[in-house]
């Protein structure tokens, strides 16, 4: 379901570390030049590249690339140069050091990730930053919003199929008691959302839309609509459908006034290689033009370039 | 640091399993034959035996055990025959699904062993339950207690030995405010205790002391004392000096009126192979009498002869 395209045969690592160089040396920078390798390439392959780079022209790459590259394309050569681990601990990190905490972003990993995969994520939030992911997002939140993030981003969930049935039933009526006296912030909001495994509540949230005949998402769209329930609307999406919730992402980051790079970069550079192709099938089933073309209406120059090649063009 | 025996040359795997079969075949137990061999080999080759046994004999030999004894023995062995993370989830969900839970267990977890090894734990326990450490601490626990819990029930902690000298400064005088005002269920309160690392925290509790005359612990004695504030200073405890926090679990369960069996035989079964020679000589330093003397007094049977020979005898 990735969307890269990685020509055969491909050269080696020191065979792409020289044509990165041919790229870069002298003045000006063939932008062009450092796409044909660097966007067609998986993120082994790249790390290759870098560790030859570093090895034969003793300089980070990842350096040179800032020093060469600027705006939207330097910050998506960063992200999409950084092991995709690191690359997702320096996106969590960069949303929680924000003026506005980007909250999503923490979401997203605790909930889209299997456990395993949100787990490796923190480690290397802890080899980067020497401290928890835990401790910057309890730091860089408050209030209700902070025991949900908090609560979410450290629980360790069980990534099991087995469902309670008996349990989705109780608990989805809690839930439905909660939302009919807009007690949103109990603790069992909480309790229910951050600990239970994302195959039980998908079972919780079917029940409730059976019972009550309404989703629990729908449920939750109160006036005025706070930080907070938006966020626990966010953890809802990232585990029923996140497919579609990363389609609205994308939406939204094109559709707001002032395109929102910072979002369609971070989307698509930790996706291309995942599933940015069902995210891109999606998109024009919603939108009815590709994301290829959203992408050309909002983007320029060498960034698009970048991102319509990570896009599979 | 440990202290069981394990005798030179150790017998094959086979030759250990034929001698258990010895012990336990036809009428009644030989409980000293099976004490010669199982108290004196280490997990790995307590897991050998198992493999062995249940090769040879077509039987899970745990559950055999569990026939052939009884009582406190019975629990003891069934304890020490376990993988020792499996040990871990057990006593951990027995903790949690007594009638009034043992939190204890699970600070000791929580704050005592490395962050990967508690996760190890929490693997164990999903892989044994089907579901989350955190879901059973969440729903066993309610109001503060329940916020401390499965706060440090969760963070995944960074373990490295950094220290923010700064930070430790700023949340002891925020620790201390909260402590003047009474103010003990504050979520700032949980939020330092259960996300820093324990270095972290260790420098922030020295801080405190430094600068406020009191250790932290002692400052939370309150009248009456709640299990929430007992909890917190339990995690104090556990983080700034384990081998003397199980010294005293030790002697609150000798020294109580009735012994509390189950709280020797947890201490003494899941430390014997770590750190149970640390504990035996400060237990020595504190009580005057050696902790075999003291197992002397309060057991007695076959139940003693296991523990004393776990204990080194």
Chains 1, 2 share one sequence.
């Not at 870069?24 to 870098?50: C, D, F, P, S």
């Not at 006036?223 to 459908?241: F, G, K, M, N, Q």
Request: charged share 30%; proline share 3%.
């Amino acid at each position: 379901m990735a969307t890269i395209v990685v020509h055969e045969p491909v050269p080696s690592p020191m065979e792409d570390a020289e044509a990165v160089m041919n790229a870069v040396k002298g003045w000006g920078t063939n932008e062009k030049g450092l796409l044909e390798v660097l966007a067609h390439r998986t993120a082994a392959q790249r790390q290759a590249i870098r560790h030859a780079y570093e090895e034969h022209y003793h300089e980070d790459l990842i350096k040179r690339l800032e020093s060469e590259l600027s705006g939207h394309l330097e910050k998506a050569m960063y992200r999409w140069m950084l092991e995709p681990l690191d690359c997702d601990a320096v996106l969590a990190n960069v949303a929680l050091k924000k003026h506005s905490p980007d909250y999503p972003v923490i979401i997203e990993l605790a909930c889209v990730k299997d456990p395993e995969e949100f787990l490796a994520v923190k480690r290397a939030y802890q080899w980067r930053y020497k401290h928890s992911l835990e401790e910057d997002v309890a730091s860089h939140s408050t209030g209700d919003l902070r025991k949900l993030l908090f609560a979410i981003a450290s629980t360790f969930k069980y990534n099991g199929c087995e469902i309670d049935a008996h349990l989705a039933k109780a608990e989805s009526h809690i839930l439905h008691e909660l939302i009919e006296n807009k007690a949103y912030n109990d603790d069992e909001f909480i309790r229910i959302f951050a600990t239970r495994s994302n195959a039980q509540l998908n079972a919780t949230f079917n029940i409730f839309k059976d019972d009550y005949g309404i989703s629990i998402a729908k449920s939750l769209l109160e006036e005025p609509a706070t930080e907070y329930l938006s966020a626990l609307r966010t953890v809802i999406h990232c585990i029923t459908d996140p497919i579609k919730y990363f389609v609205k992402v994308l939406r939204d980051a094109i559709h707001q006034h002032g395109t929102d790079e910072d979002t369609l970069t971070r989307i698509i550079v930790t996706h291309a290689e995942r599933d940015l192709r069902l995210i891109k099938e999606k998109y024009y089933e919603r939108d009815n033009i590709t994301l290829e073309t959203a992408v050309v209406r909002e983007t320029s120059g060498d960034y698009e370039t970048f991102l319509l090649a990570l896009l599979g063009n």
